[in-house]
């Protein structure tokens, strides 16, 4: 298509949103336009096409779990949130007390230190990957 004028007025002139004036016009100019006349002729097509389709209304049990959907996956999130929440307070709160009565290196110490080391990376890479899933997201504009 090397003719601009449908992609300005097509849609307004399908959708008959212009004026008898613009009308009479896009009309003209596509008698004399072969792109213009084949592009109308597709998007008229698909026009119909798109008419003939019936959206089915959501049944009383499609919502009801639909809610109760939402309901739980924020539940889940919030759980979660709790749980990473309660176990950084009891790590940092057994790490302190590690280094408060660091005296004499023990087996445990270690073992928590490599822990901890382990659940620091681990979330670290999770919160990463959460980062960059979002920027690449390509529908995260769109409401679901």
Known sequence: MTCS????DGMRYLDDEMSSNERVEFEEHCAQCDDCQQTLQRFRELQ????RIKMKDPTDEFWENYWK???????RKT???FIIIGAVMLATSVSYQAIRSFGEVTIE???LVVFIVGIILLL??????????YKADKYKDITR
């Open 5 to 8: 004028r449908m992609e300005t």
């Open 48 to 51: 119909s096409l798109t008419r």
């Open 69 to 75: 959907s939402i309901y739980h996956r924020i539940e």
């Open 79 to 81: 759980a979660w949130i």
């Open 109 to 111: 110490k270690i073992a």
């Open 124 to 133: 670290l890479s999770v919160i990463r990957e959460r980062v960059h899933h």
